[in-house]
């Protein structure tokens, strides 16, 4: 019995040290904060991420450098390591508006409503809530007409394209037009000189031939001589 009694004050001690070495780091991370060394307030800070607070103010620090997205995972961190309705809602309240700097409008809405979920009477977590809604929609808007633009430039390059290929298939057709015509054009090859003088030679000694056949077929054949008797 002694012995467990002594564990548990050891355990209690230690947890004591543990709590005063956190709240040591929060006061020198609150002080380096208040005199704009954020630096220094991150690394006071991290020294006492075990509590929600050393975590959360460490989120703050980050937003104060506009390291914005180390902000957003320390106030992530915070909201689910917060124990009461009003920690969480600053933690997602502080997370919506890292999430705004960023221009994450649907995130900064989730999280203004997470908590308005917790305090539903924080009226500038509510005015923070309209506000993201806003920019939501303008967001959207914008990204559906960069849509259309971006489908009608792509219709636009398709039909440029499309009519380049008609334009070459056409050029093409008539190259090919071109070419047949000239070939039925083409005149047809030259006799050689030498070579028609021969034929028209030889065409005037047969044409001179045929006429002495038919000269002779004409001419009267002559009388069959008497016979003579002896």
Known sequence: MERLILLTTLALLGAALQ?????????????????????GAVEAYSKA????????????????Q????????AYEQAASMARTPQAQAKAYH??????????????AVQA????????????????NLAY??????????????????????????Q??????????QESKQQEQDKRQGDKQEQPQDRIDPKDAKRMLDAAQQQEKEVQNKVRK???PKPAQPAEKDW
Not at 49 to 64: I, P, S, T
Not at 66 to 73: G, H
Not at 112 to 127: F, W
């Open 19 to 39: 709590a005063q070495q956190v709240e040591r780091h929060l006061r020198e991370g609150n002080t380096r904060y208040e005199n704009g060394d954020m630096p």
């Open 49 to 64: 991420e075990a509590d929600e607070r050393g975590l959360f103010n460490r989120g703050n620090a980050y937003y104060r």
């Open 66 to 73: 506009d390291s914005l997205a180390d902000a957003t995972q």
């Open 94 to 107: 502080n997370l919506g508006n890292s999430h705004m700097g960023q221009k994450n409008y649907q995130e």
């Open 112 to 127: 203004y409503q997470e908590a308005l979920k917790r305090i539903p009477s924080d009226e500038d977590t509510r005015y």
């Open 132 to 157: 993201a809604q806003k920019m939501l929609a303008a967001q959207q808007k914008q990204q559906q007409q960069q849509g259309k633009n971006k489908n009608d430039q792509q219709q636009d390059q």
């Open 159 to 168: 039909k440029k394209e499309q009519q380049k290929k008609d334009q070459q």
């Open 217 to 219: 077929l004409m001419q």
